[in-house]
């Protein structure tokens, strides 16, 4: 893992509330089509994701989905299926992968 990560990962904790920061289950970083990288930290009973992209920290709760894991706010939402995960911001929408 690259130094970045690092510091991104330590973000997103520092952003979060003690209590729930040592709760942390998961940290993935995801590389996209379009260039975008970001890191989602998923904690346990929450149903929300955390994400730390384009240099801000945000919270995305979770959204009824179809098919796979749909978390959403405002103009971002991040879809995670089986085989795909995608990020939208706005109308632009780009395929993204677990590194």
Same mark, same amino acid.
């Given at each position: ?10 973000? !997103? *904790? &520092? ?5 729930? +920061?040592?709760?942390? /289950? ?12 970001? !890191? *989602? &930290? ?5 149903? +929300?994701?955390?994400? /730390? ?47």
């Amino acid at each position: 893992m690259r130094p970045s990560h690092f510091i991104a990962i330590a973000v !997103v *904790a &520092a952003a979060m509330p003690w209590p729930t +920061a040592a709760l942390a /289950q998961t940290f993935s970083t995801y590389q996209c089509r379009d260039g975008a990288q970001f !890191v *989602a &930290a998923f904690y346990k009973g929450e149903k +929300a994701v955390h994400l /730390q992209l384009d240099g801000k920290s945000m919270r995305l709760p979770k959204r009824v989905a179809a098919i796979g894991t749909r978390y959403a706010k405002n103009d971002i939402t991040l879809r995670i299926m089986k085989t795909t995960t995608t990020l939208q911001r706005g109308t632009r929408m780009t395929e993204c992968t677990a590194k």
